[in-house]
């Protein structure tokens, strides 16, 4: 039985948003303008800190991802784990030189969910920024969502809530924007995914349901039949289509992932693929264009082969990933047919070595590990392996790319760097 409690009421009208400056090619958001981590753009095969065009030490930790918007880098970091010291900085760097422009910091919350525990593999900064080449986004858990213009002044933050999960493994989802709307997973704060008014912070609608715990997904926006943008999130039991307009839900599949999610889910032609779960991890291929309860009569098929941190790539048919335990996958997207299934040779042992999601760039697969340098794959079924690059330092490597420009962004705990 469901016990979801949706409210979907506008409060007035949406905004529609400038256009800005945003071009073809900006990496706007996390894993991309479209969430799906893919481009036709090609970087380079292989590099290493000596070859990057240049490097940027970076003010604090993060395990957010860089975005690339009107030849300027949006990084998010953060510095002190509680207490009075304990900030949240954006960070905005010259994509041509690598020098910052500006950056800003925000107090960290009263009080955040102890540094302990698996909120140590990635922090308080995981969240990806998202710009609509007028105005930039970054949300950090329970300080807040906050929105700056592009010369660096602040023009709102909001608290979306204070909770936490029975975990207490703290905030990782990223915001997204569609026409004047900020929409942010505040499951761990709030048990809520929330529509904000981009211009001002205002709530314009919120989606409630108490299985929304320990869902650590960044929504992906699908526009469906009859022109409806809907916002599509992978939870614990369940899979949602909401309609961004008003934030009520149009259809829902329950599946059998259980647990926690954090992969964002994965849109194709004619399927939503799904991943995650705990702790046993599932793959689920649900047709698209159901309404209301699809749970009979849309799920494809589902495999136990899956991915629990990284977010898969969708290319040619096949689905694409390397599991946090370093397992390099290739799966037929339309059968649910494992094709590939083999251990990173040379992955550094113990933990959870992989954390980032793979981005396809051109003919080719990058998969960033966390100690081990990044792992480039052909993008075909078999993923022959092409070039393994060295570590770009010391510390932990969380962070999904960027690309834009013909240039690929790695982020570290440490640095940004720079290749081309």
Partial sequence: MRVAVLSGVLSG??????????????????????????????VPLEWSAESAKWTLDLPGEGSSSPIVVDGKIFVTCYSGVDGADSQRT??????RTGMIVWSDSVSGPQRDDSYSGYLREHGYASGTPVSDGKNVFAFFGKAGVVAWDMEGRKIWQ???????????????ASPLLHDGLLIVNAS?????ILGLDAATGEEKWRAEYAGLELCFATPVLVEADGGVMEAVISMPGEVWG???ENGKLRWYCEIDNGG???????VGEDAFYTFGGYPAQQTNAIRRGGRKDISKTHRLW??????????????DGHLYWVSDRGQAYSVNAKSGETVTRSRLQGLQSGGRPVYASPVKAGDHIYVVT??????????????KQVRVNPPLDDTDFNATPAVADGRVYVRSNKALYCFE
């Fill in 370 to 383: 966390r100690r081990s340098g990044t792992y480039v794959y052909e993008a075909t079924p078999q993923m």
């Fill in 260 to 266: 926690n999610v954090s992969p964002s889910v994965v």
């Fill in 188 to 192: 761990e704060e709030n048990r809520a």
């Fill in 158 to 172: 909001k608290d979306v809530g204070q909770m936490s999960s029975n975990r207490r493994w703290g905030s990782a």
């Fill in 90 to 95: 954006l960070v905005c760097v010259d994509a």
């Fill in 242 to 244: 909401i309609n961004v």
């Fill in 302 to 315: 589902q495999g136990r082969d899956s991915s629990y941190v990284a977010t898969p790539v969708l290319s």
């Fill in 13 to 42: 009208v949406l905004l529609v948003a400038s256009l800005g400056t945003v071009s073809a090619s900006d990496w706007t958001r996390f894993r991309g303008p479209n969430g799906q981590g893919v481009t036709a753009e090609k």
